[in-house]
């Protein structure tokens, strides 16, 4: 029998170092995670490049890559920031805060997009990570001073001002990754490189909510006196001994210095074409080849897409996938803070973790179907990710009320689609049918047709749950139809200059890669 002392000591919680293994647990998955996906990278080669191309283009796309990702928590770190400003921030001046972020992101393509094409990914990159931390240290400043009570104003003017110049930085992030991307990947590599974005995304996400969320909580009066290393860092740094005030300007500053860090190791890493980096010229088979001489106007640039019926296809598809993954992402932790049911604590206490994963599986399984099974055809996977959406929100109508497990998978599974379907039309598609000449107007204005469809359901769930929370998993399911139905007519699309390479190498008994 054990005393009571040796009982305390047998219950005590397995810690590496001052920090409980519990609460590294989920940094040592991520971090596996991501060894993983460079394995598959580097395991996946069709077109045989050689090694030093293979690891030329991961010192390329990972420091590119990362810059991307940590772009993604200084945008949602005010989503974070609200629920520590409590009163200070009201949910109706945040909703207006967002949406005129979230306005102002899709609307910079129109600008960013053609001028991402004309100074490449690499100059766009750094600018997004700049512009951003300048931003993030803006906000930081303007939330020390509010929180201090040593400014007084309003809020929603002064944080959505801001915050839009924020948006307007991170718009650069999505188009300089595309552009980097279309020249270092072929059409055949395209779909996994996909899958890559979509990882990213995924990784952003978990940045934002689970980072972010630690920031805050150890920054907070209540975690004072606490003895992690780390902890007492934050708090030495950031917080005010002398008031009792949450250092909430932390979640700011924090994401604005990593930014400039990987925007600092982007000035020597990337390259925006392979002859940059000492490669011959590498034809992609995508839109752009043959033209490669062709320098396109912005009007040009802006046409090739609302000129093109292909290319608004494609938009409205990936409008339907903003509809989707912010329609659970945005409303599932409002949804299960007023149930209170069985399950929802899991969810919610593992939110960021869980939709990092799901949305890692979502990218992969969309850009790996598209290019083993439909030789990189995305209309098809699309298609079918799409139907899965219906058949999710179809479950989470059935059990809303009833069984809660079921409510917060068929969420998660509806994010793994929605992430898969940016991967393929915002990250691919639109690379492959725009071509490197007009990849960033392309995928930009895309990807701008997402955030229209946030801010679409933003508003409509917004007010229809006020009638019932049925209207939810409902209002979905309409664009799941719609998307499938899109999908379904780009079924066998491809680039003209892609279908004559797979032409080519159906006569040949190995793929080989093709030099201009």
Known sequence: MLGKHERKSARKPVSFGQVPVKDIAPLILVASVLLAIIGLYFANNPLKHSRWFLFRRFINWFPLGMTYAFLYMGRYNLVVSKNALGSLMPIEDFSIIFTVGTWTYALSFLVNGPLVDRIGGKKGIIIAAVGSSAANIVLGVLTYLVAMHQLKMNLVVAFSAIYALNMYFQSYGAVSIIKVKAYWFHVRERGVFGAIFGTLISFGVYFAFDWGGAIVRMTSVKSRGGTGW???????????????????????????????????????????????????????????????????????????????????????????????????????????????????????????????????????????????????????????????????????????????????????????????????????????????????????????????????????????????????????????????????????????ATKKYLAEIEKRPEPVLTFD
């Open 230 to 496: 780390f902890q007492q860092l934050l708090q030495k740094i950031f917080a005010v001994e002398s008031q009792p005030v949450d250092a909430t300007w932390a979640v700011f500053f924090i994401p604005a210095a990593i930014m400039l860090f990987w925007a600092a190791l982007d000035v020597f890493a990337i390259k925006d074409t392979p002859e940059e980096a000492n490669f011959p010229h590498l034809d992609t088979h995508d839109a752009s080849s043959g033209q490669m001489h062709v320098d396109f106007t912005t009007k040009e640039l802006l046409t090739k897409v609302f000129a093109s019926r292909l290319m608004l296809l494609i938009a409205v598809v990936e409008m339907t996938s903003g509809i989707f993954r912010n329609g659970i992402t945005q409303w599932y932790l409002l949804f299960s803070h007023q149930l209170h049911q069985s399950g929802t604590a899991f969810f919610s206490k593992n939110w960021g973790l869980l939709l990092c994963l799901f949305g890692i599986v979502g990218g992969f399984a969309g850009g790996l179907i598209s290019d083993k099974l439909f030789q990189s055809r995305r209309g098809p996977p699309a298609g079918l990710l799409c139907g899965f959406v219906l058949v999710m929100a179809s479950l989470m109508a059935a059990f809303l009320f009833s069984n809660q497990w079921v409510v917060g998978f068929a969420g998660l599974f509806i994010v793994f689609a929605a992430i898969g379907i940016t991967s393929l039309m915002s990250g691919t598609a639109a690379t492959d049918f725009g071509g490197r000449k007009a990849t960033a107007t392309c995928s930009g204005i895309v990807d701008g047709f997402a955030y229209l469809g946030t801010g679409l359901q933003s508003i409509c769930i917004g007010h229809l749950v006020r009638w019932s929370w049925y209207w939810w998993p409902a209002f979905l399911m309409p664009f799941a139809v719609m998307g499938a139905v899109i999908a379904v007519r780009l079924w066998h699309s491809l680039p003209a």
